[in-house]
């Protein structure tokens, strides 16, 4: 079987991680310039001054995309290089930019699929509280505006935010990630409803404007299971499904909050301040939602913690997503299991639970139409007599892409895979030595781009549709 003649075979990828470029062309500071630049915040001072320097080689780039025969390119639109300041003038040169980069995707027959923040927040915006400043809202309804009318004509794809769960919470309770606040629960909740509001706007935004392309959000997909059948234990992984999932996925698709999790909140003083308005923008603009957008690494194996909550004071590397660390609030924690298959970073790969966790998905959410906006094997690639020999990559997308075709034929709507990534990048906290592209960058040979093994496998798959998976 082949997978559907509408399913989308894509990449993606994130300014910050591939631009460069920081201060040119009128670009403002975003946070991520300025914290990645904090000794000690990332791994040998790596930061995305230059990155792989998309922003000078972008036809390359995508010329190498469209040989690779990529249907669809994910990438981010830098909302610093569009509004310098967040809020004010237009930067034009950043327009002709992304129109650049529009253009020459539809010139190979490209679909452009757009992020419009994937973490990179204008700076000025970032020293007045974030997306904790209700006021960023409606910064952000500009921005995306300001998008939908100078590329909407030719974009028909938008994604409004990426990974929420990552920013928030390696924001305002990691530190790990911009702004760098520890620990407060109550900023931590307060940015993601302030997340959902500006989302909803968009969304309400985007369809008044009637361009008739497709808008939704992207979250972390990473559902949790209890490592056995002790009670206890589901009641653990039942509590980090409520948090991880539940809280993010309800407000986009049911147009509100899970009960579950409002109760503890209202208990220990941490529901958000919002207005009879915002909640109301928020289940209006639910239904409006054409997408979900999922980026599935692995899943949690969740027990009970009995143990002393230390504060989530995540050093890098385990801000990246490795188990064994204690929830935030105590309740859990995730572990290790010798049964199962890890990256290199610790990650489980589990085409298993990926399969699981849609028919979890399905069953609380209905028939939402799906895109896998990411997944991928983050690997030191082993490079044999020059060539990058990327195995592992090729047989982790493999089985799971067959856990795609498997979950399409079931009836799960499903309609595209982004691979992060389509090309190597810089990782936000683990510099360069983790990849994930189909497309090598030399960082000792002026960022020379090399095709992988997995670049070849990748365009056979999408020539064949699947069939041989
Ligand atoms: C933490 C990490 C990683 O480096 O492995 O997770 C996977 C992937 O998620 C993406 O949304 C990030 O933009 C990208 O940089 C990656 O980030």
Redesign the pocket.
Known sequence: MRFPHDFLFGA?S?A??VEGAWNEDGKGLSNWDVFSKIPGKTFEGTNGDVAVDHYHRYKEDIKLMAEMGLESYRFSISWPRIIPDGKGVINEKGIEFYNNVINECLKYGIVPFVTLY??DMPQVLEEQGGWTNKATIDAFLKYATTCFERFGDRVKHWITF??TI?FCSLGYLAGAHPPGIKNDIKKYFQATHNVFTAHAKVVDQYKKMKQYGEIGI?H?FSPAFSVDDKEENKIAAYHANQYGIAWYYDPILKGKYPEYVLKILKEKGYIPDWTEEELKIIESSASKNDFIGL?Y?QPQRVVINKDQVNPTYKNRED???APGNISFDGFYKTVKMDDKRYTK?G?EISPEAFKDGLKMLKQEYGDIKIYIT?N?L?DEDPIIDGEIVDVPRIKYIEEHLKVLKDAISDGMNIKGYYA??AID??????GFK?Q?GFIYVDHNDNLKRKKKLSFYWYKKVIEERGESI
């Open positions: 993606a994130a910050y991680q994937h973490w990426n990974e990552v992207t972390v980026n690494y801000a990246t997503g970073w990650w990411e991928g983050g992060w990534s990048l810089l990782s936000w906290l683990n983790k994930y």
